[in-house]
């Protein structure tokens, strides 16, 4: 019944006015998802202000295709200048970019363009068909839960990142949980390493650190390094061919189907989510040394799962009022201001509003495919240009986005910092992905792991008791040591029947 | 083969340092973990010093095997004498660092302190013609519309304060 009232809803929003809003709100959101710095949640926050006064339907369709367009257009800074324009597309830089390098930086927007469709269209069916269910299921997750699926993060992304040297990784990522941990702690109110400076009560924002290790170390080694750009003479096919999708369809699903998942998890995000389907997707693959060197299958995976985060973020939006991601914060106060409540109440009081909004998502999403494949070749002329014209003023951009969030000059030091230290990190080959995960994730390890402390009176075995915890245990367990010798032994031991068993059947089926 | 040599001996010998900067950051923060207000009435497990104490001793680890493994591979086999420091200071790469990141400084400085359409101007001309982005005339006219265009955009039409 439900795909019924989401078309009837589809119908319903057809109009010249809804479509042009749609577009221009989407374009709008691309090019607040590509420039460093600013972000899909400063770009929701920017046009509440502006929408306040506009009719609720306007104003809530309006800020959704900012939210799906500024997630899609981080990839377009990160494929063409290796800097994710948001945190959720630090992920599509390690494949993205090596493609555009080698110059099929077109081909590489049209597949993340068309991963983010699907993307998103798994996470529209999983909104509009899910929400009462699934909602029930990210309730499920306590402090226990949420500090092992912080550290999972963590590890994931040191071993993804730095996959010659994991423990370069993980120290890149240790560091980020402690920087996180500066500033004035949610428990007792304690200020950590703050040293006496009052800016570093609130601790550090994610902005600055974000820009400064991406964006400012980039121009730092770009700048410093003197070398010339190679010059890409053919530009190539945009809209990727269907069998080269089609190819792919699984990897699509299952990323689908884990940025869903994550969505659902509150104040995880789009970031975690693209990292995860990077994962699985490489330790699944058939050619996972391709990973970090240009692999398209990569690229898709990380794409898809971010997009599908959007529509499994807003899930417990609308069914718990409790968001997904800080994006999904922002569009939920925008509901607020107008006046509509969403809540575990919402399917009583205004059960059609589920599908309105997930007609207006789809609007959004399309917008973001046409635009997304319509607007490449001319974005392509960036990637021309020499680093010397293009540096300084992706550095201005980087100002003006960090000091945007709360109009600090603080911020812009703690950028140039954090700049510096991304220089240094990058030069030693250790990975700054990890750094600016954790700091994200940090806050979430420290008061789930104190809270949960606290409510088991100090006993840690509650940590590892419900099954999610369990889960969450084997899968870090893996992640640190699934590729180490002893643990390949053991596991060949344990499987060694199930494996006799298969090779058993096949020789049957055979004859 | 002698290149991957070279480039494995660089890589020894800046392990070797940066498992010693990496040693002394979790040392540091143990040091602070210890000497935190404790508030045992909440329980010892409670602390605000107790999740950046354990982080602290992981990194510990992890720092203590990259500087083992260092010293395994000889990395500690450092040569600082004054030649080096020469070559180092000549090299082009450093020279270019140096001067990308003395002009962000001035920037940084000047920021607040001089319009920021005006200074951007200054900046983005001065860095595009030193590292030869563009002619003299190109740099110029690249700066002020970019200065221009971006204040106009976000403090005009967004309303976001700019520094």
Same mark, same amino acid.
Request: aromatic residues 12%; positive net charge.
């Given at each position: 019944?439900?795909?019924?009232?989401?078309?009837?809803?589809?119908?319903?929003?057809?109009?010249?006015?809804?479509?042009?809003?749609?577009?221009?709100a989407c374009q709008l959101g691309i090019l607040f998802g590509m420039l460093p710095g600013l972000t899909a949640t400063m770009g929701i926050a920017l046009l509440?202000?502006?929408?306040?006064?506009?009719?609720?339907?306007?104003?809530?369709?309006?800020l959704l295709a900012i939210y799906v367009g500024a997630i899609y257009g981080g990839s377009r800074s990160a494929i063409l200048l290796?800097i994710p324009g948001t945190p959720a597309a630090a992920a599509t830089c390690?494949?993205g970019?090596?493609?555009?390098?080698?110059?099929?930086?077109?081909?590489?927007i049209?597949?993340a363009t068309?991963?983010s469709?699907?993307g998103s269209?798994?996470?529209?069916?999983?909104?509009?068909?899910?929400?009462?269910?699934?909602?029930?299921?990210?309730?499920?997750?306590?402090?226990?839960?949420?500090?092992?699926?912080?550290?999972?993060?963590?590890?994931?992304?040191?071993?993804?990142?730095?996959?010659?040297?994991?423990?370069?990784?993980?120290?890149?990522?240790?560091?980020?949980?402690?920087?996180?941990?500066?500033?004035?702690?949610?428990?007792?109110?304690?200020?950590?390493?703050?040293?006496?400076?009052?800016?570093?009560?609130?601790?550090?924002?994610?902005i600055?650190?974000m820009v400064?290790?991406y964006g400012?170390?980039?121009?730092?080694?770009?700048?410093?390094?003197?070398?010339?750009?190679?010059?890409?003479?053919?530009?190539?096919?945009?809209?990727?061919?269907?069998?080269?999708?089609?190819?792919?369809?699984?990897?699509?699903?299952?990323?689908?189907?884990?940025?869903?998942?994550?969505?659902?998890?509150?104040?995880?995000g789009e970031s975690?989510?693209a990292?995860?389907?990077?994962?699985?997707?490489?330790?699944?693959?058939?050619?996972?040394?391709?990973?970090?060197?240009?692999?398209?299958?990569?690229?898709?995976?990380a794409e898809?799962?971010n997009n599908?985060c959007t529509?499994?973020?807003?899930?417990?939006?609308?069914?718990?009022?409790?968001?997904?991601s800080a994006p999904?914060?922002?569009?939920?106060?925008?509901?607020?201001?107008?006046?509509?409540?969403?809540?575990?109440?919402?399917?009583?009081?205004?059960?059609?509003?589920?599908?309105?909004?997930?007609?207006?998502?789809?609007?959004a999403?399309?917008a973001m495919?046409?635009l997304g494949?319509?607007i490449?070749?001319?974005l392509?002329?960036?990637?021309?240009?020499?680093?010397?014209? !293009?540096?300084?003023?992706?550095?201005?951009f980087? &100002? $003006?986005g960090?000091? *945007? #969030?709360?109009?600090? @000059? +603080?911020?812009? %030091?703690?950028?140039?910092?954090?700049?510096?230290?991304?220089?240094?990190?990058?030069?030693?080959?250790?990975?700054?992905?990890?750094?600016?995960?954790?700091?994200?994730?940090?806050?979430?390890?420290?008061?789930?792991?104190?809270?949960?402390?606290?409510?088991?009176?100090?006993?840690? !075995?509650?940590?590892?008791?419900?099954?999610?915890? &369990? $889960?969450?245990?084997? *899968? #870090?367990?893996?992640? @640190? +040591?699934?590729? %180490?010798?002893?643990?390949?032994?053991?596991?060949?031991?344990?499987?060694?029947?199930?494996?006799?068993?298969?090779?058993?059947?096949?020789?049957?089926?055979?004859? | 083969?002698?290149?991957?040599?070279?480039?494995?001996?660089?890589?020894?010998?800046?392990?070797?340092?940066?498992?010693?900067?990496?040693?002394?950051?979790?040392?540091?923060?143990?040091?602070?973990?210890?000497?935190?207000?404790?508030?045992?009435?909440?329980?010892?497990?409670?602390?605000?010093?107790?999740?950046?104490?354990?982080?602290?001793?992981?990194?510990?680890?992890?720092?203590?095997?990259?500087?083992?493994?260092?010293?395994?591979?000889?990395?500690?086999?450092?040569?600082?004498?004054?030649?080096?420091?020469?070559?180092?200071?000549?090299?082009?790469?450093?020279?270019?660092?140096?001067?990308?990141?003395?002009?962000?400084?001035?920037?940084?400085?000047?920021?607040?302190?001089?319009?920021?359409?005006?200074?951007?101007?200054?900046?983005?001309?001065?860095?595009?013609?030193?590292?030869?982005?563009?002619?003299?005339?190109?740099?110029?006219?690249?700066?002020?519309?970019?200065?221009?265009?971006?204040?106009?955009?976000?403090?005009?039409?967004?309303?976001?304060?700019?520094?």
């Amino acid at each position: 019944m439900g795909i019924v009232y989401l078309f009837q809803n589809i119908v319903r929003l057809f109009s010249p006015i809804n479509l042009i809003t749609v577009f221009l709100a989407c374009q709008l959101g691309i090019l607040f998802g590509m420039l460093p710095g600013l972000t899909a949640t400063m770009g929701i926050a920017l046009l509440t202000t502006i929408t306040f006064k506009w009719s609720t339907g306007n104003a809530i369709m309006t800020l959704l295709a900012i939210y799906v367009g500024a997630i899609y257009g981080g990839s377009r800074s990160a494929i063409l200048l290796n800097i994710p324009g948001t945190p959720a597309a630090a992920a599509t830089c390690l494949d993205g970019f090596p493609l555009a390098q080698s110059g099929r930086g077109a081909e590489a927007i049209g597949l993340a363009t068309t991963s983010s469709f699907f993307g998103s269209f798994i996470g529209l069916i999983a909104l509009s068909l899910f929400t009462p269910i699934l909602g029930s299921f990210a309730l499920d997750f306590k402090s226990f839960e949420m500090f092992w699926l912080a550290v999972f993060g963590v590890a994931i992304c040191g071993n993804l990142t730095a996959p010659r040297d994991p423990i370069k990784g993980w120290i890149s990522g240790i560091l980020g949980i402690l920087l996180a941990f500066c500033g004035m702690e949610a428990i007792q109110g304690h200020p950590r390493f703050t040293f006496g400076v009052l800016d570093l009560y609130s601790g550090f924002s994610l902005i600055p650190v974000m820009v400064g290790t991406y964006g400012m170390a980039e121009i730092l080694l770009n700048l410093s390094s003197g070398q010339k750009k190679k010059v890409i003479t053919e530009i190539g096919r945009v809209v990727p061919q269907l069998n080269r999708l089609l190819k792919h369809w699984f990897t699509i699903i299952r990323s689908g189907i884990i940025g869903i998942f994550i969505g659902l998890v509150p104040g995880v995000g789009e970031s975690i989510a693209a990292y995860v389907s990077y994962d699985f997707s490489k330790r699944a693959s058939k050619h996972p040394d391709e990973y970090g060197k240009g692999s398209e299958e990569g690229l898709i995976a990380a794409e898809t799962a971010n997009n599908a985060c959007t529509g499994g973020a807003l899930i417990p939006v609308l069914s718990l009022a409790i968001p997904g991601s800080a994006p999904a914060a922002v569009l939920l106060a925008a509901l607020w201001l107008h006046n509509v409540r969403p809540g575990p109440l919402i399917m009583i009081e205004s059960p059609n509003y589920i599908y309105e909004f997930s007609a207006m998502f789809f609007y959004a999403s399309i917008a973001m495919l046409v635009l997304g494949l319509l607007i490449v070749k001319p974005l392509l002329k960036i990637l021309q240009l020499k680093n010397a014209l !293009l540096m300084p003023i992706i550095f201005i951009f980087c &100002i $003006v986005g960090t000091y *945007a #969030i709360n109009g600090r @000059l +603080f911020d812009i %030091t703690i950028m140039v910092i954090f700049g510096v230290i991304g220089f240094i990190m990058r030069k030693h080959d250790y990975p700054v992905a990890p750094l600016v995960l954790a700091l994200i994730l940090g806050p979430m390890v420290d008061e789930n792991l104190r809270r949960g402390l606290i409510l088991s009176n100090g006993d840690f !075995l509650p940590f590892l008791k419900s099954p999610i915890s &369990i $889960v969450l245990v084997i *899968a #870090i367990f893996f992640t @640190l +040591f699934g590729r %180490t010798k002893p643990v390949r032994i053991a596991l060949r031991f344990v499987f060694k029947p199930v494996t006799l068993l298969v090779s058993a059947v096949k020789r049957r089926t055979k004859k | 083969m002698n290149d991957k040599n070279t480039n494995d001996d660089k890589s020894n010998k800046a392990d070797f340092i940066d498992s010693i900067v990496i040693i002394a950051v979790s040392l540091f923060v143990l040091y602070e973990c210890a000497v935190m207000p404790r508030y045992e009435r909440w329980g010892l497990y409670a602390t605000p010093g107790m999740p950046p104490f354990l982080f602290a001793l992981l990194l510990l680890i992890l720092g203590t095997i990259v500087f083992v493994r260092s010293i395994i591979r000889k990395g500690y086999k450092l040569r600082i004498g004054r030649n080096e420091l020469s070559q180092f200071a000549k090299s082009g790469e450093v020279r270019r660092f140096v001067l990308v990141l003395g002009l962000i400084l001035v920037y940084l400085f000047l920021l607040g302190r001089v319009h920021f359409a005006i200074l951007s101007v200054a900046y983005l001309f001065l860095t595009i013609l030193l590292f030869k982005g563009a002619t003299w005339w190109v740099s110029g006219i690249v700066a002020v519309t970019t200065a221009v265009a971006v204040w106009l955009v976000f403090e005009i039409i967004f309303l976001v304060p700019l520094p």
